[in-house]
């Protein structure tokens, strides 16, 4: 059992309310048309969602999420919008669908925060038609790299992997996604990555503000401190180091994904 490591405080939601499908899920749109069934797993705030839900119609989106909680974010996010879709709580390791439903199954970030990511593909895989395709995209926290070398972001980065990995997630999921979609027995694959670059004053104030504040206020944080991975003051420091590095005209961080679209056979 996996616990979700960010949680949905106002700092995550900042951060993930900035993902479309043009900035997040660029490797699947030339798969996508009118007229598609479409599950998105993992919709969250559904920022996501909603622009694939613009991309198939008049065809139909599922948006599954693992909690009530979670999925009360995309419902919110639809009605502002405008948008309609079908909404589902549930477990991607087993799916509560029925084989060969969708055109296309989507998950953004997640396989990195699932117990068992071979047997999710799968789950995935089994709902995807014939001709289908799958497509997923997680992050790769050991490739993230920035400049200038500030201590409190090595810090940053080693306490997330340590408290990630403690709720059974696998933090450098992105250079894995191909290795676990061999695992589950899919053949017909193509992997890609691409990245998230904050290098402008603008972007930097933004990317460094959101972690300052995240450090300090997320389901991260308040685990690290409950399990004695680190101090308030260990907390205080490291979001200084975010501001430091925001501040810097020199500031430069880059964020590697990896992508798989998997054709369903």
Known sequence: MTRYTHGHAESVLRSHRSRTAENSAAHLLPHLRPGLRLLDVGSGPGTITADLVEQVAPGRVTAL???????????????????????????????????????????????????????????????????????????????????PAVPELDEWMALYQRVARSNGGEPDAGRRLLSWAHAAGLEDVEASSSTWCYADPTTRAWWGGMWADRILTSAMARQALDEGAATSADLERISSGWRRWAAEPDGWFSLLHGELVVRVR
């Open 65 to 147: 999420e693992a909690t009530e909680e979670a999925l009360g974010l995309t419902r919110d996010e639809l009605a502002r919008r405008g948008l309609e879709a079908d909404l589902l709580v549930g477990d991607v390791h087993a799916l509560d669908l029925p084989d060969d439903t969708f055109d296309v199954v989507h998950a953004h970030q997640v396989l990195q925060h699932v117990a068992d990511p071979v047997q999710a593909l799968r789950e995935m895989a089994r709902v995807t038609r014939p001709g289908g395709v799958v497509a997923v995209r997680d992050s790769d926290y050991a490739a993230f790299t920035w400049w």
